[in-house]
């Protein structure tokens, strides 16, 4: 399968399965762009392994509150990130929440 051409937005892309399925995503072809939450230093070490694959990567922090509702703020915001080209990345193809 390739993704070529194609932009994906993938929530907790620092770490575990999120930042597998966007190194997987990155290897068929697409961008990526990496929500994260808290550990920007993982995030950004997922834009590197992404960049070495020759596709381009941005980060994103959601800033979720703390509150019970965080999955909602986080939908809220992911919304808003697909709506919104990004000047590196521009609009997106996938999301994976």
Not at 10 to 23: D, F, L, Q, Y
Not at 39 to 55: C, K, L, M, N, P
Not at 62 to 80: G, M, N, P, Q, Y
Request: net charge negative.
């Amino acid at each position: 399968m390739t993704l070529e051409g194609r932009t994906a937005l993938i929530t907790s892309g620092g770490r575990g399965i999120g930042k597998g399925i966007a190194v997987v995503m990155a290897e068929a072809g697409a961008d990526v762009g990496i929500v994260y939450r808290r550990d920007e230093d993982a995030a950004r070490q997922t834009v590197t392994e992404i960049e070495s694959f020759g596709r381009k990567a941005a980060i994103f922090n959601e800033h979720a509150s703390t509150d019970r509702c965080w999955l909602l703020t986080v939908a809220k915001f992911c919304e808003s990130v697909i709506n919104t080209d990004h000047p590196r990345l521009g609009n997106r193809d996938v999301a994976v929440v």
